[in-house]
């Protein structure tokens, strides 16, 4: 099959797309990415650079009539239900009605939205008591994966998609209307099993509306706990988390975002953050992996268990996002950890991302954001230091994708194994940052001087198959996490008496240049994070409220598509 020039039109290059991004280049096509801002704009950018097809991966706008009626280039939607399904709330009502299969959809653009003729379909087992989440970035974006190639293979022949047929006995999809917060209501006297469903089917957005200590919040990240007692109650607080009681058992929720007022602006914090000073009388859990290495009957962000000569420590922050307290505990559990007497020590993350680096979202929140993030910055670096100080040989488990700070905080272990699908980001320039986490001892140590330059400035996504050929990570396993995480143990254990199969140059550090690396990096940290010398604040502000991009940045945009935008007059940024 001949390299075809494809367009992915996106609202944003979140990770679907750039999963689709990367596999499309790995195939060896021509993506180039389009940001939707509005309508005549888009077509401008389009309609001049002679793509053969237009796949929307991730799109929440309607496509221009202008695009859809082109029979020349066909414009295919990628749309997270089975065949028949239509509307913007598919996968809320999947996760709601408990259903025990679901699918993705490749479809024409038409004139009704999800309504076009069919290119593609691909259905799955629904994982029982998933997260919204979860549910998009695995099996949902799998799926998205496979329709996308078929579509790409179709449109090389004579195919002809098929119209949607809803008198066909196969056809089980139906117009679904967009899910209000009415359908997503709980009582407080409802099993925890009941409304944490309720909040996992509003995972990410919009969350679901709830009282708490008579305010009105959304609620995200609930998490079930046996303990009891009066309905609505506030039980504990632990670590960012608010225990609540229910009509059954009681659920931990990790974060809040008050319900705004007219003209207000509010966003995602965690819970004890959005509470404080309502949470006076409500008991602190002291709970620390020293005292509870693992209980599966209750909410732990930083949880251990130990195999033979083998610790895992994983830690599992919502969103990937890394506290400055968040980091400061996990500094605690790995000098625990470190103390225990075994050969190989595992750090691994849980089930969304691995990490994403500072938390933007309480830096935006903080009275100073310029000394929060330079609070946080430092905090991040000293659980990289405990990393690279480590006597054990350590195993970084990329467990979900990473951005820059994830990246290089992996990059501290001496051997980095990663989940196939994921998508890794090592770079910090598009957030105005020059970047932390050791990066200028451990990036060039792993890929090389040159190499490092280029991922640091390029500013693009990687996929787990390039990142293995340069020597970022030095091993995939499987895609499904349950059976990722039996690879990673078995791995860690295979290491456990051949410790010269680790990198030699990572299992003797040189603390000198270690600490240099980490000074010179500060200092320019400081510059950007307290003096803004590259306007950090105000993209993280942009980040934290979910700005709409003003175009489409000029890394992603491929070259034979960059000739007839320049000539659109295009604001590219």
């Not at 401008?44 to 695009?67: M, N, S, W, Y």
């Not at 993280?540 to 709409?548: D, G, H, I, S, Y």
Request: glycine share 8%; net charge neutral; with cysteine.
């Amino acid at each position: 099959m001949r390299s075809l020039k494809i367009i992915l039109l996106a609202s944003a290059f979140n990770g679907l797309t750039q999963r689709a991004w990367l596999s499309l280049r790995e195939a060896g096509h021509e993506p180039s990415v389009v940001l939707f801002t509005h309508g005549d704009e888009v077509c401008r950018q389009i309609e001049h650079t002679g793509a053969d097809l237009v796949i929307c991966p991730f799109l929440k706008d309607r496509v221009p009539e202008r695009l859809w009626r082109d029979a020349t280039r066909p414009v295919v939607i990628i749309h997270p239900g089975i065949v028949g399904d239509r509307g913007a709330s598919a996968l809320d009502w999947a996760i709601t009605r408990q259903l025990p299969r679901w699918g993705v959809t490749a479809l024409q653009a038409a004139e009704e939205m999800d309504s076009g003729a069919i290119w593609a379909t691909r259905e799955f087992d629904m994982p029982e008591e998933v997260r919204k989440s979860q549910l998009y970035n695995g099996p949902v974006a799998d799926a998205a994966l496979a329709c996308i190639h078929e579509v790409v293979a179709k449109h090389a022949t004579d195919f002809v998609p098929a119209p949607l047929d809803y008198g066909s006995p196969r056809v089980f999809g139906r117009l679904q209307p967009n899910m209000k917060q009415s359908d997503r209501s709980f009582s407080w006297h409802d099993s925890a099993t009941f409304i944490k469903r309720r909040i996992d089917a509003a995972d990410g957005q919009p969350g679901v509306l709830a009282s708490l200590q008579g305010e009105q919040y959304y609620l995200y990240d609930a998490h079930l706990d046996r303990r009891c007692g009066t309905p609505g109650q506030l039980l504990a607080v632990h670590d960012d988390a608010v225990l609540v009681a229910t009509g059954d058992r009681s659920l931990w929720i990790g974060a809040l975002r008050r319900k705004p007022a007219a003209g207000e602006e509010t966003f995602k914090r965690p819970a004890r953050h959005v509470l404080a000073g309502r949470l006076d009388q409500v008991p602190t859990l002291d709970w620390s992996i020293a005292s509870d290495p693992q209980c599966v009957e209750a909410y732990q962000p930083i949880r251990y268990r130990r195999v033979g000569a083998v610790g895992e420590l994983t830690f599992e922050f919502y969103n990937g996002a890394m506290s400055t307290e968040q980091c400061r505990r996990l500094v605690s559990a790995l000098r625990w950890a470190k103390a225990q007497d075994t050969r190989v020590l595992v750090f691994r993350g849980g089930h969304g991302s691995f990490s994403n680096g500072v938390h933007l979202n309480v830096i935006q929140a903080a009275v100073v954001p310029g000394l929060e993030a330079w609070a946080n910055i430092r905090a991040i670096n000293d659980v990289c230091r405990e990393l690279l100080g480590a006597r054990q040989l350590v195993i970084s488990g990329l467990t979900g994708s990473a951005g820059a700070g994830g990246v290089m905080l992996a990059l501290a272990a001496d051997v980095v194994l990663a989940r196939d699908g994921i998508v890794l980001n090592p770079h910090y320039k598009t957030m105005g940052l020059y970047g932390s986490e050791y990066w200028t001892y451990s990036l060039p140590r792993a890929v090389g001087s040159e190499r490092a330059l280029q991922l640091t400035q390029e500013c693009l996504p990687l996929g787990t198959a390039q990142a293995l050929a340069m020597g970022l990570v030095q091993g995939v396993g499987p895609r499904c996490p349950r059976a990722f995480g039996e690879w990673l143990m078995a791995e860690a254990q295979g290491l456990v008496d051949k410790p010269q199969l680790a990198r030699e140059d990572k299992l003797a550090p040189d603390l000198e240049s270690m600490e240099y690396c980490r000074d010179l990096e500060l200092a320019q940290m400081q510059q950007d994070m307290v003096q803004d010398r590259h306007h950090f604040a105000e993209k993280c502000r942009n980040f934290v409220l979910k700005r709409r991009a003003c175009g489409t940045p000029e890394r992603l945009i491929a070259p034979w598509a960059r000739p007839a935008r320049a000539a659109s007059g295009v604001l590219i940024c």
